[in-house]
T-cell receptor, first 117, second 115 residues
Framework: DAGVIQSPRHEVTEMGQEVTLRCKPI?????LFWYRQTMMRGLELLIY????????DSGMPEDRFSAKMPNASFSTLKIQPSEPRDSAVYFC???????????????FGPGTRLTVL | AQKVTQAQTEISVVEKEDVTLDCVYE???????LFWYKQPPSGELVFLIR??????QNEISGRYSWNFQKSTSSFNFTITASQVVDSAVYFC????????????FGSGTKLNVKP
């Protein structure tokens, strides 16, 4: 089975440009998460969706960041305008949480390494 | 206060040695979930194990074993007969029942296994 798919794997852009990161969750999973990983701050949860609806976006750093999930198989994280401090690895993860919460482990994609010059 | 503490920043061992990665967590919830993830040099995060707070049985999977001790709030991970392919950063994480989707990750332990 295919895991979480992210694109692009690497992105280099200049300050001020718009950046769009893409994610395809594991088929059938009902939760989708966006994380950011940096050396200074470790893994940070930015936002997560349940059945395509944003549930918690309290981790989104500022208004320059936005995320959408138009359907169950696709999500985007957009940064506009990008800044050098946004340079990080961005991970998408998905999970399938049963009513009994028997399984809530998150499965991560390979990540997108973003460099903003 | 940090909810998950991985005090060992980096560990180096020689192949075939056993190594234990420590994880101490903090929560007031009686129901919670503990996880270990592996991040090899290629960068992806690989799920290794999930444990419920009400299941204190230790688990063994091949060369990997996990020791869950509620009394000391620890969930330690042991690799027996380490191999070079075990070299990675290992993350411990906690989630709590009232917000089970929010994972609190530790800062990670980098394991170097030398041939």
């Amino acid at each position: 089975d295919a895991g979480v798919i992210q694109s692009p794997r690497h992105e280099v852009t200049e300050m001020g440009q718009e950046v769009t990161l893409r994610c395809k969750p594991i088929s059938g999973h009902d939760y989708l998460f966006w994380y950011r990983q940096t050396m200074m701050r470790g893994l940070e949860l930015l936002i997560y969706f349940n059945n395509n609806v944003p549930i918690d976006d309290s981790g989104m750093p500022e208004d320059r960041f936005s995320a959408k999930m138009p359907n169950a198989s696709f999500s985007t994280l957009k940064i506009q305008p990008s800044e050098p401090r946004d340079s990080a690895v961005y991970f998408c993860a998905s999970s399938l949480v049963l009513a009994t919460i028997s399984y809530n482990e998150q499965f991560f994609g390979p990540g997108t390494r973003l460099t903003v010059l | 206060a940090q909810k998950v503490t991985q005090a060992q920043t980096e560990i180096s061992v020689v192949e075939k040695e056993d190594v234990t990665l420590d994880c101490v967590y903090e929560t007031r919830d009686t129901t919670y979930y503990l996880f270990w993830y592996k991040q090899p040099p290629s960068g992806e995060l690989v799920f290794l194990i999930r444990r419920n707070s009400f299941d204190e049985q230790n688990e063994i999977s091949g060369r990997y074993s996990w020791n869950f001790q509620k009394s000391t709030s620890s969930f330690n991970f042991t690799i027996t007969a380490s191999q070079v392919v075990d070299s990675a950063v290992y993350f411990c994480a906690l989630s709590e029942l009232d917000n089970f989707n929010k994972f609190y990750f530790g800062s990670g332990t980098k394991l170097n296994v030398k041939p």
